[in-house]
């Protein structure tokens, strides 16, 4: 049975995996379906968050952190540089509160707490899995390849996704009570309308992003997943 | 007359506050409007948060004004109308405001702390302790003695089934609020209109033939208790219970559900009640329709039998009508943490308390104009009271309110209501505390209290007991004793602070220690020779045990809270010299 | 006194009166429902930011991305949470 034997078969699994141990061929597989996809006229992007960068080295372009880039018509091709990201991504949380509340410099305990919560080994792998699910969530692509890091943090958190939205769930619900109250007290001082509540929207979003990432990729009839072994 | 008294307390209000008051405000405390508040500093949407001047004057209003002002001038005017005016005139004046004004000033300067953490900072590390059980002490007082005052008020066959039907308006209320997210202006139409068509049917012939049915169900002597301190009747007793019942409801149920939205709907009964007497005198001073000379005679005497010598026992019964400590710690826990600008804090916390002086002088009239002619007070026994002191409140509005043609039985009826609902606003919240404190007090040894039905009925059993076994005058005088302490208490903490802080302190300590040694001698008195001697051992073998456990509480309050007290005092005073030495650690 | 004068006096005056009013008989309540609603932020806090006591909850990436919105509340969140209270701290 040949992989391509699978695409053909299969036309709506449009989520492939790749995963396995180190140096057994995840990248080339990868490359190689992504090829061989784009060649039948799909539009696929293949990506990866190995810093080792090893899709960079198979298709001989240094594309590092450096967003989807087209190699050739119909293939795109994303390494994604997760400390690059992280430095991005503090910078935009700082600019935000800076403009939310006119501060010229960030608060020492807001910014002390921005620099622990980002030297945390979480922070890594939340970061990755919020990237993949940007990508999925984003669409416009025909087909999805993603060459999963050796130990695939990712899958963790794939896995852990169920107990996110459980968890978001609650917390979603307990912003929904406190604005219970605050609509109370409103109602009571007879005030007009309250703004909206920027958490609970904020929170919506996060719920939004990972439930439809994860329903794709826990879906049988979207995903497909390969492990690479040793023949 | 009646209308002149109103006028003069009026008049010397306006002047203390502007020519007194403002002179402390400004040059001693120098409240700074631009000096950030705990609450605009702390702002934590829970603790501290900032509310505007004319807000927090309701609120602090609201929350000072229960029974002392009310009933409080009632009893002392058996001493005459004049002694009774001139203490509330001399004591919103120079003790009242102070306290009230000066504890809020000095919470908000020190973080928004209140008086357990001030005590423990300025006094002594035990001052705090005592303070919290001396607390708990003055908190059953207050039970007992608003509780003992309410029960036989509500037995009137006028009043409970418009009470009733007011809390269930009320209870409407909440769901309307909070359920239904109805607007407040509707509910509020609503509710209050179910409950006034609720108090007139009360007054109605059927509604009267249910409660005196109820009433009838028991004997007149239901608790037998002899030697003067009259029975307790099967009535008053089963009206108690549903007052307990009640209170029992606001300090266990969620309060959105209940305490909240019935306080909220009987709000506006005396809002109603308070204007309407008010406007009444106005109108009734000049039509004449009602006699408003006072019967009363301005001096009766300064030894009254069942009472004792008009020093000290006249100056704690007015009670909050004058200075109380109830205010300082509304001051401090609640008003403190809200006050926006610093300048507010005269007149929310002074402000409040000038305007319940006028509420005691309202009080002192309808003691002096309907004393007797209402049946109130017997001239035959040198002008003893001869029913309960709400009773002659109650009278009084409805006769006043009656010049507006509102029908008397009506106005009685808004009358207890007004009584009723001043009362177990703050009972409720009281018997809560009382909840949280024995928890917290006992629940580390005994884990029943940490469960807030157990602590809320073992409250509820003191205050029955109180209520049945205590002779209802004792223990007002109690009450007022143990709450012109705390305001001894409160006067003399902020004396130290001022103290320390190297202001001119005189203002605080010289009304703090006048109210200490009055204090002090009330609850001597009451505790020692009238409960002790009079009632224990000149008494031994004669009385009821129920009458010997009647004066063991009073004995034992009054001797816990003297000894507290004093220690609370040495302790103090250490504190102030050490602070007027400018030596004072303040342990932080 | 002008009549512009006059009518912002009254505007005034009447401002006040419903203020006083509003302060007795539903402050407390509005003030009861925000504070239930302030410790349940505060609570929203604890677990969104546990990871200012070192219990991460939240993955940290998102958790930084509620941060911007509960900058202001940090430090009295803090302060309230590390104060010492007593019996009359519970009284209002």
Known sequence: MSLAHVFREHPERRYIMFGGKGGLGKTTFSAATAYWLAKQGKRVLVFSVDPQASLSDIFQRDIFGKGAVEIMPNLYVQEIDADEHIRAYQDEIRQKIRDMYGFDKIPQEIEDYIQAASAEPAMEESAIFDQVVDIIVEGGYDYYIYDLVPLGHALYYLSMSSVYDQWIDKITKLREEMREYEQMAARIKREEELPEDQILAELQDIRYRISTSSSILTDREKTAFFFVLVP | MALVMLLVSIVLVFLGYQYYSKKIDQDVLQADAKRATPAKLYNDGVDFMPASASVLFGYQFKSIAALGPIVGPIVAAQYGWLPAIVWIFLGVLFFGWVQDYGSAMLAMRNDGMTLGGLSYRYISPRARGLLLTFLYIYLLLIMGAFGALIAPILAKPIAPIGFIILVLAGILAGQMTYRWKVDLMITTVVTVLIALIGIYIGTTAPAQNIVGWINGLGPDSFIHRPLGYGDMSWANFFWAIVMLLFCYLGSVLPIWEFAQPVNYTSFWFVLLGLFGSMLGIVVAAFTGSVNTSFELPAWITAYQPHLGPIWPILFVTIACGAVSGWHSLVSTSGTARQLEKETDALPVAGGAMYMEGVLATLSTIFAATFAVSGGFYDPEKGYKLMKGAGGVFVYGMAKFMNVLHFPMDLGKAIGIIFLVVMALTVMQLVLRFMRVASAELLGDKMPAFKNPHFGTIVAELLTLLIIVFGFWQWIWVLFGGSNQVFAGIALLLLSIWLASEGRSYNWAFIPGMLMYVTTLAALLYVSVYNALWKGIVQSWGQGSPGFLVGNLISAAFGLYMVVAATILLVDGLKAFGKAKAGQLATGD | ?92
């Open chain 3, 1 to 92: 006194m002008s009549e512009q004068e006059k009518q912002s006096f009254f505007s005034k005056v009447r401002h006040v009166v419903t203020d006083f009013i509003y302060g007795m008989a539903s402050h407390e309540m509005a003030r009861q429902a925000l504070k239930t609603r302030g410790s349940m932020e505060h609570l929203f806090i604890l677990i969104t930011m546990g990871d200012l006591l070192g219990v991460p909850i939240l993955p940290p990436y998102y958790s930084l991305r509620l941060l911007p919105y509960v900058v202001p509340q940090v430090s009295t969140w803090k302060r309230r949470m590390l104060r010492e209270k007593d019996l009359t701290d519970a009284l209002a």
